[in-house]
């Protein structure tokens, strides 16, 4: 039988850093050594659509794909010592309503602790991206029209000649 784990319980804040916490814009959670949420602000909670408490009761995993660079992130920052970024890192979830990019920044605490820090990508970022995935589409849409000129011209040909 595996062991459980035993759960390390992240120390109240005072009230002027939560108030401070709470101030902050951007989502902010910290995770333990488990991945287990255990802080989350007001912007988080407005960011994944879900209460502070509900958020408190799940990993990290629960809310972002396995797959996500988040949690190479936070090995990284765990494994440096250091504080790590990365750059449009897209976050999604069917609650969040498709996927959002973000940039994060996640910096390590004591005892295996991180604290993620995810900032929303600009306006102007989200309008460049919908408009270079347009861009695609009308190529895309240019070559299956070009194409189908192709194969109908020999056939009008064929048809001419018979």
Same mark, same amino acid.
């Given at each position: 039988? /595996? !062991?459980? /784990? #035993?759960?390390?319980?992240?120390?109240? =804040?005072?009230?002027?850093? @939560? /108030?401070?916490? *709470?101030?902050? =814009?951007? =989502?902010?959670?910290?995770? *333990?050594?488990? *991945? @287990?949420?255990?802080?989350?602000?007001?912007?988080?909670?407005?960011?994944?659509?879900?209460?502070?408490?509900?958020?408190?009761?799940? +990993? &990290?995993?629960?809310?972002? =794909?396995?797959?996500? $660079?988040?949690?190479?992130?936070?090995?990284?920052?765990?494994?440096?010592?250091?504080?790590?970024? #990365?750059?449009?890192?897209?976050? %999604?979830?069917?609650?969040?309503?498709?996927? +959002?990019?973000? *940039?994060?920044?996640?910096?390590?605490?004591?005892?295996?602790?991180?604290?993620?820090?995810?900032?929303? +990508?600009?306006?102007?970022?989200?309008?460049?991206?919908?408009?270079?995935?347009?861009?695609?589409? @009308?190529?895309?849409?240019?070559?299956?029209?070009?194409?189908?000129? #192709?194969?109908?011209? $020999? &056939? !009008? %040909?064929?048809?001419? /000649?018979?």
């Amino acid at each position: 039988m /595996a !062991a459980v /784990a #035993e759960e390390k319980p992240l120390p109240a =804040p005072a009230p002027l850093a @939560r /108030a401070i916490i *709470d101030a902050l =814009p951007n =989502p902010l959670m910290v995770i *333990d050594d488990q *991945d @287990r949420i255990c802080l989350v602000n007001g912007a988080a909670e407005n960011f994944f659509k879900t209460s502070s408490a509900m958020l408190m009761r799940h +990993r &990290l995993g629960d809310l972002v =794909p396995f797959s996500s $660079p988040i949690f190479n992130a936070v090995a990284q920052a765990r494994s440096t010592a250091g504080l790590v970024n #990365e750059y449009g890192v897209g976050v %999604g979830n069917p609650r969040l309503g498709g996927e +959002r990019v973000v *940039d994060l920044q996640a910096a390590p605490m004591t005892d295996g602790f991180v604290i993620i820090m995810l900032l929303e +990508r600009a306006m102007a970022y989200r309008i460049e991206r919908q408009l270079s995935s347009r861009g695609a589409a @009308r190529s895309v849409s240019g070559m299956a029209t070009i194409l189908a000129h #192709e194969i109908k011209n $020999p &056939l !009008a %040909g064929i048809r001419g /000649a018979a």
